[in-house]
C-alpha cells in the first residue's frame, strides 16, 4: 500500500511553467509504476504521463508531449511533472496514481489544484 500526496499547483499564466510534486509514503514506492491524470470541470479524467519504477521508460499524452516531463526519484519517494508552456485551459485538478506492474492504478492522491489563466 502506498500513500499519495500532490503538491505544487496554482495559479499561473498561459505560457507559463509550474512543476507538481507527488510525495509517496511507503518503502516499497520503487515497486510501483507512477502516473500524472488530470480532470477538469465536466470533462473525464485523462491520462497526462506514466513513467515505469525505474523512471527509465516514460509515456506522455500527445496533447503534452514536448511541454510536460514526467520523472521520479526512488530515493525520496517522489514523481513530479514540469509543466512547461501551459495553455489557458481553466482550471483542472492533477492527480498522481500508482499501480504496480500490469495492475490498475489503484492507489490515488487527493490532486492539485492547477488554473491556467489567459
Known amino acids: 500500500q502506498v500513500q499519495l500526496v500532490e503538491s505544487g499547483g496554482g495559479l499561473v499564466q498561459a505560457g507559463g511553467s509550474l512543476r507538481l510534486s507527488c510525495a509517496a509514503a511507503g518503502r516499497t514506492f520503487g515497486m510501483y509504476k507512477m502516473a500524472w491524470f488530470r480532470q477538469a470541470p465536466g470533462k473525464e479524467r485523462e491520462l497526462v504521463a506514466r513513467?515505469?519504477?525505474?523512471?527509465?521508460?516514460?509515456v506522455h499524452a500527445d496533447s503534452v508531449k514536448g511541454r510536460f516531463t514526467i520523472a521520479r526519484d526512488n530515493a525520496k519517494n517522489t514523481v513530479y511533472l514540469e509543466m512547461k508552456s501551459l495553455k489557458p485551459d481553466g482550471p483542472a485538478v492533477y492527480l498522481c496514481?500508482?499501480?504496480?506492474?500490469?495492475?490498475?492504478?489503484?492507489?490515488w492522491g487527493p490532486g492539485a489544484q492547477v488554473t491556467v489563466s489567459s
Open positions: 513513467i515505469m519504477l525505474a523512471g527509465d521508460s516514460a
Open positions: 496514481a500508482a499501480a504496480v506492474t500490469g495492475g490498475y492504478y489503484k492507489y
